[in-house]
T-cell receptor, first 111, second 111 residues
């Protein structure tokens, strides 16, 4: 079956670093996405990993290990505005059209 | 401004009364998709379309219909809505199935 697992909730302190893990089992794999979703709003794109390794983009980095079916999103220098849900998603076929999302990790940043 | 629009944003209806949620994008994207988002379940793909007149089922297509007669529009049709279709619906588009741009969402309540 198709499955994406990520923690339901995490709490971290302003200015700290937090790592949100995602494991996946899918019938196909074209790439892995991370999206951010603030309460009541639409998801917005953060990162896309196709190859193994770390992709860095400002305060956010994303890592992928295809052999382990594992990814993480690293958020540095946390700000209060980073309080949101973070969605891990796998593009599960070679055409990239079938996308499977995890249930999301709700991150609370406290002062 | 590049965007995905959905209408209506909020809808309350009764069981069995046909409804259509419209989705339009102005980015000339080939790929469009519909998702529903429910607490604890994350985003689940309903239908997607790779181009005009080309659609396919996602993970939860039962009770829904779609059409893609023009590249920019991808309406979601509920022929006979039921209470279990109460949800938050998102339309998304992308150039070739990669980074998806989401509409603002439609909150549907079926009584």
């Amino acid at each position: 079956g198709q499955n994406i697992d990520q923690p339901t909730e995490m709490t971290a302190t302003e200015g700290a670093i937090v790592q949100i893990n995602c494991t996946y089992q899918t019938s196909g794999f074209n790439g892995l996405f991370w999206y951010q979703q603030h309460a009541g709003e639409a998801p917005t794109f953060l990162s896309y990993n196709v190859l193994d390794g770390l992709e860095e983009k400002g305060r956010f980095s994303s890592f992928l290990s295809r052999s382990k079916g594992y990814s993480y999103l690293l958020l540095k220098e946390l700000q209060m505005k980073d309080s949101a849900s973070y969605l891990c998603a796998v593009s599960a076929d070679t055409g990239g059209f079938k996308t499977i999302f995890g249930a999301g990790t709700r991150l609370f940043v406290k002062a | 401004e590049a965007q995905v629009t959905q209408n209506p944003r909020y809808l309350i209806t009764v069981t069995g009364k046909k409804l259509t949620v419209t989705c339009s994008q102005n980015m000339n994207h080939e790929y469009m998709s519909w998702y529903r988002q429910d607490p604890g379940l994350g985003l689940r793909q309903i239908y997607y379309s790779m181009n005009v007149e080309v659609t396919d089922k996602g993970d939860v297509p039962e009770g829904y219909k779609v059409s893609r007669k023009e590249k920019r529009n991808f309406p979601l049709i509920l022929e006979s809505p039921s209470p279990n279709q109460t949800s938050l619906y998102f339309c998304a588009s992308s150039f070739q199935g990669e980074t998806q741009y989401f509409g603002p969402g439609t909150r549907l309540l079926v009584l």
